[in-house]
């Protein structure tokens, strides 16, 4: 991930809930309330760039303790979780967050979550094949209804349209690539044919 | 809830949507300007902040005002990033534009005519989708690329990687581009005529959108 990707940038975006330690007069404005100071045991949602390093930084005061604690988003939380275990195909990912996966690694990177590892990877391999077979089917429709579904990468139809709207950001890329792919080899094979 | 790098995550939705256009969206200049002065008033109260310790600031002897700092020094870093990413979604994209030939200046100035009508067309400079900094960066990139493509004269860099099927094609001259010299004699490229020509010698114009290829 570079410094410079935009995707990157937008996952940094996604907020999380986190509760501050102390009272700190001059953020006030982050709980909405800018006159009053803000307390300690206050609920904020903090976007993650802001609330990483807060996490993470040191008051540098005796007891050791952060600026902030946090919680998993309601994304990762324990109705999602669940919902992944029966069976990952059934969840709109995207109605989470629209950068599902991004968003679950980092978090990962600050929480103890033993389970949710393995749980996202599992997830995603499931989804993957799902991903692959609607992206191959798509091509299929491109020819055959020449003309209509064209240019639209997302022209499907059927069952199929409900989970694709579900994807998150990252699957949404790897849906494209597998549909480009899929087109991209048909048509070759089509001008070999030609000539 | 207004906060802190909401403006700077504006800028990096455009640059999102720009990356999935083949034009160019006109240059947010307000936005930019929005977000710069944003980290201006941070650095003001940074430095406010800081006035009373004289440099001999303590972050454990006064934690709430080190969490502060910290705070504003996070949003600017922010904002700072979103800046750069913007701005480099649209340097890349004009690259892009460099090398495939296409006339950037005279096309930003041509959309932004054409939205306004005819009329507007004549001033249509005036109205770029570049900021003026990027139009000074697309001519510098140009002539960059010009020094470096100069460097071999029997082969075009940018020219298509499709090999032709055939050396000579229909062409119909969609604006008035002048006359060329071509192998061949002169051609004068008038706007609405056809001609037969080798596509060698009318490559760039194509790409340029002064010709268009027929069949």
Not at chain 1, 121 to 147: D, N, Q
């Amino acid at each position: 991930m570079s410094y410079y990707d935009i995707d990157s940038i937008l996952t940094d975006a996604e907020k999380i809930p986190c509760t501050f330690q102390l009272d700190i007069p001059d953020l006030g404005y982050l709980d909405n309330t800018p006159t009053q100071p803000l307390k300690a045991g206050t609920k904020v949602s903090l976007p993650l760039w802001l609330a990483e390093m807060l996490v993470i930084a040191n008051t540098g005061g005796p007891d050791n303790k952060t600026f902030v604690t946090f919680d998993l988003p309601r994304a990762l939380g324990n109705d999602v979780v669940q919902a992944l275990k029966a069976d990952p195909r059934a969840v709109p990912l995207r109605d989470q967050s629209a950068h599902f996966y991004g968003l679950a690694t980092h978090m990962m990177d600050l929480s103890e979550e033993q389970e949710l590892g393995s749980v996202l990877r599992k997830t995603f391999v499931t989804r993957a094949a799902e991903i692959s077979l609607h992206a191959r089917k798509v091509g299929g429709v491109g020819t055959k209804g020449k003309g209509k579904d064209e240019g639209s990468n997302l022209g499907i139809g059927g069952a199929g349209e409900e989970f694709l709207r579900g994807l998150d950001e990252w699957e949404r890329k790897l849906f494209r690539k597998a549909h480009d792919g899929a087109k991209a080899g048909k048509e070759w094979m089509e001008s070999i044919k030609k000539n | 809830m207004p906060m802190y790098g909401d403006q700077g995550n504006k800028l990096v939705q455009h640059a999102k949507r720009m990356q999935n256009l083949t034009h160019l969206p006109p240059y947010q200049t307000e936005l930019v300007r929005a977000v710069t002065r944003e980290v201006r008033d941070l650095d003001k109260d940074v430095a406010s902040l800081l006035e009373p310790f004289q440099g001999s600031f303590d972050p454990s002897a006064d934690q709430s005002t080190a969490c502060t700092l910290l705070v504003n020094h996070l949003s600017m870093r922010r904002n700072k990033r979103c800046l750069l990413a913007y701005h480099r979604t649209r340097t890349d994209k004009l690259e892009e534009l460099v090398w495939s030939g296409s006339d950037v200046l005279d096309l930003a100035g041509q959309q932004a005519g054409g939205a306004n009508g005819a009329t507007a067309a004549a001033d249509g400079g005036a109205s770029s989708s570049l900021s003026p900094q990027e139009e000074d960066y697309v001519r510098q990139y140009g002539d960059l690329l010009a020094a470096y493509k100069g460097q071999w004269t029997d082969i075009d860099l940018t020219g298509s990687l499709e090999p032709p099927r055939d050396l000579f094609i229909d062409v119909r001259v969609l604006k008035d581009a002048g006359e060329i010299q071509t192998e061949y004699g002169a051609i004068n490229l008038t706007k609405n005529s056809q001609f037969y020509v080798r596509q060698g010698d009318v490559e760039r114009l194509i790409a340029q959108g002064y010709l268009q290829k027929l069949g």
